[in-house]
């Protein structure tokens, strides 16, 4: 009996059936394309930026003119391990400086946002701009 249900669901399907379940029906609407619409514009997204830890890590040095270490750990609320490897991708690509130095025995890092590193933000704001007005149908 289970065999004769589910080989006729099978043969409702090949037959042209296409019936949804209700929750997926909207997903399966047509949407219109607009440039800053769908996967073209999230693939658009600096990715790197992208990610909240570094989006706020970005953020704060740009309103800063430098920040250390514990600043924007206690800032972001987050962990020394999370912050540093967050850091370092942003490092990495040139996005902000690093720089180590002691103040008197203590070791201190200090991080400053780059030319590169405003000019990226500016851009991913923009985009993040255009994709809400989009999407306010503006």
Avoid at 37 to 43: E, I, K, S, V, W
């Amino acid at each position: 009996m289970a065999r004769q249900n589910a080989l006729a669901k099978s043969g409702a399907k090949k037959a042209g059936a296409q019936s949804a379940p209700e929750g997926l029906r909207d997903q399966q609407q047509p949407r219109r394309n607009k440039p800053t619409d769908g996967p073209a514009a999230a693939a658009e997204l600096d990715r790197l930026i992208h990610e909240r830890v570094r989006l706020a890590i970005v953020s704060a040095l740009a309103v800063n003119e430098s920040l250390t270490f514990n600043d924007l750990k206690q800032l972001l609320n987050t962990t020394d391990g999370n912050l540093s490897v967050h850091a370092r991708k942003l490092e990495e690509a040139q996005y902000v400086v690093c720089n180590k130095y002691f103040d008197g025995r203590t070791p201190k890092t200090e991080y400053r946002l780059t030319t590169a590193g405003r000019r990226a933000l500016e851009r991913y704001l923009g985009h993040m701009e255009s994709v809400i007005r989009a999407a306010r149908g503006g």
